[in-house]
């Protein structure tokens, strides 16, 4: 069965603080998605990040960053001097490639408060 | 603009009343998806429809039913048989090429009192 756990439920941060937000999944598929979603106040999904399985180039966006790891089926999620606008849910995701490549498995999500 | 429209905001019944959550997307994707969120909790598929006039159930469909008669629209019935509907109901859409990314309407907090 596939699963993603996001063990942290809340972190809280003071501006500038650089902070990670871990993601362990699982599953039996050899190649598939993993995603990374913000989800401010408002409430809707912001996409920030795909990885395919088999490209473990860790990324750099910005402030972001985010570090596959297949070995330890990790796929955690860096801000750097992190700021108060960075405040949201942020979900990891993963799902199948191939057919059904549309329909993700989320986490239970990682609450950021950051505080000027 | 192209995007994802759910409609309205908020909204109210009283128990026992099926309600209707509208989505209406303009960006040509093929695939819609229904999320359930509770707090603390992460987002739960109710349906997806890959295709019109087809869909398959999510994890948790019981007490809700869609239709898919047009590509651009995918409704969500919460029925009165659904035990605890309230909750923050998400709207998706996917497609095929690209970015393999889901894109998410601004969703519809629902209260049942």
């Known amino acids: 069965a596939q699963k993603v756990t996001q063990a942290q439920t809340e972190i809280s941060v003071v501006e500038k603080e650089d902070v990670t937000l871990d993601c362990v999944y699982e599953?039996?598929?050899?190649?598939?998605?993993l995603f990374w979603y913000k989800q401010p106040p408002s409430g809707e999904l912001v996409f920030l990040i795909r990885?395919?399985?088999?490209?473990?180039q860790n990324e750099i966006s910005g402030r972001y960053s985010w570090n596959f790891q297949k070995s330890t089926s990790s796929f955690n999620f860096t801000i750097t001097a992190s700021q108060v606008v960075d405040s949201a849910v942020y979900f990891c995701?993963?799902?199948?490639?191939?057919?059904?490549?549309?329909?993700?498995?989320f986490g239970k999500g990682t609450k950021l408060s950051v505080k000027p | 603009d192209g995007g994802i429209t759910q409609s309205p905001k908020y909204l109210f019944r009283k128990e026992g009343q099926n309600v209707t959550l509208s989505c209406e997307q303009n960006?040509?994707?093929?695939?819609m998806y229904w999320y359930r969120q509770d707090p603390g909790q992460g987002l739960r598929l109710i349906y997806y429809?890959?295709?019109?006039?087809?869909?398959q159930k999510g994890d948790i469909a019981e007490g809700y039913s869609v239709s898919r008669e047009k590509k651009e629209s995918f409704p969500l019935t919460v029925t009165s048989a659904q035990k605890n509907p309230t909750a923050f109901y998400l709207c998706?859409?996917?497609?095929?090429?690209?970015?393999?990314?889901?894109?998410f309407g601004p969703g519809t907090r629902l209260t049942v009192t």
């Open positions: 995701a993963l799902s199948a490639y191939g057919g059904s490549q549309g329909n993700l498995i």
């Open positions: 998706a859409t996917y497609r095929e090429t690209g970015s393999n990314e889901q894109y």
């Open positions: 429809s890959q295709i019109v006039n087809d869909f």
């Open positions: 960006l040509n994707h093929d695939a």
């Open positions: 990885r395919n399985s088999f490209d473990e």
């Open positions: 599953t039996r598929d050899t190649t598939y998605y």
